[in-house]
């Protein structure tokens, strides 16, 4: 059996780890920052996700030499002028709080009507001197209250257009197939396959 290729992927969020290891699969080894020894807290200035990844994966090439991608992660919602936006994470403050962040979202919805939201992930890849970017969406709505326990971050309080569950209420494999990461991800690894 062939040795599978390595990777690191620049991030210490144990969820978002396992969900890229198990769409991934066999033939990648996907490491985290701490398997490389960076325990960095890599800052995410940027105003976009697709700014924010890039400076995650190019700070982990620069400083420790490894082709290496990163994501970030957006949950946009209508009614919200699209908000949390590319502050998701740090919705309710710095402290990543996901039940906070839940929180203030469902209270900032309290009195809508619309419902309407979408879920984007940017992956951005630097191997040798290029950078590639891939973007995975799925659009869905705001519930009016958490469903579901499984998943992290909003997935109790989103429903995708193509289910009548909210992420947290699914298989992380059936999630896999429809999320934003997902889908993100197939084009990451379809991508690699050329390489």
Request: one cysteine or more.
């Amino acid at each position: 059996m062939e040795k599978p290729r390595q990777i690191v992927f620049a991030t210490n969020n144990g969820h978002k780890l396992a969900e890229i290891r198990r769409i991934m699969g066999r033939e990648w080894d996907v490491l985290s920052l701490s398997d490389i020894g960076c325990d960095a807290d890599i800052p995410e200035t940027a105003e976009t996700l697709q700014g924010n990844a890039e400076i995650k994966a190019r700070y982990v090439k620069d400083c420790f030499g490894y082709d290496c991608f990163a994501d970030d992660t957006g949950l946009m919602v209508d009614a919200l002028n699209g908000a949390p936006g590319v502050y998701s994470a740090r919705y309710a403050g710095p402290g990543h709080d996901s039940a906070a962040n839940m929180a203030l979202l469902l209270e900032n919805m309290k009195n809508e009507n619309n419902r309407k939201a979408h879920f984007s992930t940017v992956i951005a890849l630097v191997t040798g001197d290029e950078i590639h970017f891939f973007e995975g969406r799925v659009d869905g709505e705001i519930l009016r209250e958490a469903e579901g326990t499984d998943g992290f971050g909003y997935d109790p309080v989103f429903r995708p257009d193509e289910s009548d569950r909210s992420f947290a209420q699914m298989s992380a494999d059936e999630k896999n197939a429809i999320s934003h990461r997902g889908r993100a991800t197939a084009k990451l690894i379809d991508y690699l396959k050329t390489l």
